[in-house]
């Protein structure tokens, strides 16, 4: 961390003159220093009489330093004492801001029963772990900043103190022209005023302001509600999803989709949580086999923000199949072609509207779409499996055997392809020469789609699937 500003230091010649009259002072009043008794720890310095030192932070309008050390057996802890706490200009000029408290652990050597009690009750306040833990904080001992062993020498480390009192004062700053303002303007002035503080120490002694934040921003509008609340909303709405799937389980229909509604006008879900939701809500419209619901319903999943691509394609894929599903075919057909013309790749909907087709016998109409949709997939091996698949089944439909079989020859030959998809070709290969009766060929197929894949896990459950193929068609 690098200076912010020049330290002032004693020339050699004070130096020496401090030196000489704190010897006097010391021998004239008959003070003496004992084996083992700490120096730096006087009246500049740290004080272990912590209430003591409370009341002067107040009476000097100083912030407090209080230091969790383990002084006889932590070695951090001493290489802190010996680099920084005991250099007599670090505690010269760290004390005109802050008021320094000791709060010693010793393992190996006596300490007053009052003292360890008042040292623990400060470890427990700050949640203290490890040693030695330095909790910067203002005279109501509310923190701003937390410190540890740092390398560097007293001066990189004074710096880093003061460095961080910038925070408590910023903070103070911001807090005081929150005063005289409301709405938005507040938000933002309390956000600047903890956002440069560490977030546990935000999370645990600030949770008033996060609270008054969040409040002002309760529509996000400043996206502060979303920094300072978003995990608790998150957990919120995990609850709430949990409550909205066990009651369009256990309520009936119509009540289940009334008690959905009115929750979703209460809280803001993001798309995804939304689209789960309305999944819910969607099954029970068709418990109740109104079209018109499941419709409006599947609109509002298609337009959601958010919602592009093949996601939105298959929720639009999905309307389709209900309403042909419900005797609206020619209503479904002219809903699939207006979103082909509109859609970008319109992959899904091309291998549905295929699919659609071939259910009713237009396999030559099918097979069109189904080359559209291939000539834009090459980069989605997952749809064009399906297409290649519907196609060659299509062309087997039409009596041209050899035709589906290149199909799924060429694909399964395609190593730029995934090769569980190959192997899952030749699977469908297999399929269609066990019903032309070409059963050694067929097993020919399933053994290269077994190699074909690549881990021997993968090779096993392959090996499964082609076991109960064949005990399926018995041979």
Same mark, same amino acid.
């Given at each position: 961390?690098?200076?912010?500003?020049?330290?002032?230091?004693?020339?050699?010649?004070?130096?020496?003159?401090?030196?000489?009259?704190?010897?006097?002072?010391?021998?004239?009043?008959?003070? #003496?220093?004992? =084996?083992?008794?700490?120096?730096?720890?006087?009246?500049?310095?740290?004080?272990?009489?912590?209430?003591?030192?409370?009341?002067?932070?107040?009476?000097?309008? $100083?912030?407090?330093?209080?230091?969790?050390?383990?002084?006889?057996?932590?070695?951090?802890?001493?290489?802190?004492?010996?680099?920084?706490?005991?250099?007599?200009?670090?505690?010269?000029?760290?004390?005109?801001?802050?008021?320094?408290? $000791?709060?010693?652990?010793?393992?190996?050597?006596?300490?007053?029963?009052?003292?360890?009690?008042?040292?623990?009750?400060?470890?427990? $306040?700050?949640?203290?772990?490890?040693?030695?833990?330095?909790?910067?904080?203002?005279?109501?001992?509310?923190?701003?900043?937390?410190?540890?062993?740092?390398?560097?020498?007293?001066?990189?480390?004074?710096?880093?103190?003061?460095?961080?009192?910038?925070?408590?004062?910023?903070?103070?700053?911001?807090?005081?022209?929150?005063?005289?303002?409301?709405?938005?303007?507040?938000?933002?002035?309390?956000?600047?005023?903890?956002?440069?503080?560490?977030?546990?120490?935000?999370?645990?002694? %600030?949770?008033?302001?996060?609270?008054?934040?969040?409040?002002?921003?309760?529509?996000?509008?400043?996206?502060?509600?979303?920094?300072?609340?978003?995990?608790?909303?998150?957990?919120?709405?995990?609850?709430?999803?949990?409550?909205?799937?066990?009651?369009?389980?256990?309520?009936?229909?119509?009540?289940?989709?009334?008690?959905?509604?009115?929750?979703?006008?209460?809280?803001?879900?993001?798309?995804?949580?939304?689209?789960?939701? %309305?999944?819910?809500?969607?099954?029970?419209?068709?418990?109740?086999?109104?079209?018109?619901?499941?419709?409006?319903?599947?609109?509002?999943?298609?337009?959601?923000?958010?919602?592009?691509?093949?996601?939105?394609?298959?929720?639009?894929?999905?309307?389709?199949?209900?309403?042909?599903?419900?005797?609206?075919?020619?209503?479904?057909?002219?809903?699939?072609?207006? #979103?082909?013309?509109?859609?970008?790749?319109?992959?899904?909907?091309?291998?549905? $509207?295929? #699919?659609?087709? =071939?259910?009713?016998?237009?396999?030559?109409?099918?097979?069109?779409?189904?080359?559209?949709?291939?000539?834009?997939?090459?980069?989605?091996?997952?749809?064009?499996?399906?297409?290649?698949?519907?196609?060659?089944?299509?062309?087997?439909?039409?009596?041209?055997?050899?035709?589906?079989?290149?199909?799924?020859?060429?694909?399964?030959?395609?190593?730029?392809?995934?090769?569980?998809?190959?192997?899952?070709?030749?699977?469908?290969?297999?399929?269609?020469?066990?019903?032309?009766?070409?059963?050694?060929?067929?097993?020919?197929?399933?053994?290269?789609?077994?190699?074909?894949?690549?881990?021997?896990?993968?090779?096993?459950?392959?090996?499964?699937?082609?076991?109960?193929?064949?005990?399926?068609?018995?041979?």
């Amino acid at each position: 961390m690098s200076f912010t500003s020049a330290i002032p230091t004693q020339n050699s010649v004070n130096r020496l003159r401090f030196v000489i009259i704190s010897t006097l002072l010391m021998f004239l009043s008959g003070f #003496s220093i004992s =084996a083992g008794q700490e120096v730096g720890f006087t009246e500049v310095g740290f004080t272990e009489d912590a209430p003591k030192a409370i009341q002067q932070a107040k009476a000097e309008n $100083k912030d407090v330093i209080l230091l969790f050390t383990g002084s006889d057996w932590c070695p951090p802890c001493k290489k802190l004492e010996k680099e920084v706490l005991a250099e007599k200009e670090f505690l010269d000029e760290i004390s005109k801001q802050y008021v320094l408290i $000791k709060l010693d652990f010793p393992k190996n050597s006596p300490q007053d029963p009052k003292l360890a009690e008042q040292n623990a009750g400060y470890s427990k $306040k700050y949640g203290i772990d490890s040693f030695p833990t330095l909790v910067l904080a203002d005279s109501k001992l509310v923190p701003f900043a937390f410190a540890g062993y740092e390398a560097g020498g007293h001066l990189n480390y004074l710096d880093l103190l003061q460095t961080a009192r910038k925070l408590r004062i910023n903070r103070d700053a911001k807090l005081a022209a929150a005063k005289a303002e409301t709405g938005e303007a507040r938000a933002r002035l309390l956000d600047e005023a903890i956002s440069e503080m560490r977030q546990e120490i935000i999370g645990v002694y %600030y949770p008033e302001i996060i609270e008054e934040i969040v409040a002002l921003d309760k529509d996000n509008a400043l996206g502060l509600r979303k920094k300072w609340n978003g995990a608790a909303d998150a957990e919120m709405r995990k609850v709430i999803m949990t409550d909205l799937l066990m009651i369009s389980r256990v309520e009936k229909p119509a009540r289940a989709i009334k008690f959905i509604d009115e929750v979703v006008e209460q809280f803001d879900f993001s798309s995804a949580e939304l689209l789960e939701i %309305y999944q819910w809500k969607l099954n029970l419209a068709r418990q109740l086999k109104d079209n018109s619901m499941t419709d409006s319903i599947l609109d509002q999943m298609i337009n959601l923000e958010g919602v592009v691509g093949e996601t939105r394609q298959r929720l639009i894929v999905k309307k389709i199949y209900l309403m042909v599903g419900s005797g609206r075919r020619a209503q479904a057909m002219e809903l699939l072609d207006g #979103s082909i013309a509109k859609a970008q790749g319109a992959n899904y909907l091309n291998l549905a $509207k295929g #699919s659609l087709l =071939a259910a009713n016998g237009e396999y030559k109409e099918a097979i069109v779409c189904y080359d559209v949709a291939l000539q834009n997939s090459r980069n989605n091996p997952d749809i064009r499996i399906d297409l290649i698949g519907a196609k060659a089944d299509c062309l087997y439909a039409m009596d041209d055997q050899e035709g589906a079989l290149r199909e799924l020859d060429d694909f399964s030959e395609d190593t730029q392809m995934p090769a569980d998809l190959r192997a899952e070709a030749l699977l469908h290969k297999a399929m269609i020469m066990r019903d032309q009766k070409r059963t050694r060929q067929a097993r020919l197929a399933e053994n290269r789609a077994i190699e074909t894949v690549e881990s021997p896990k993968e090779k096993a459950e392959m090996q499964k699937i082609v076991n109960r193929l064949r005990e399926k068609v018995g041979g």
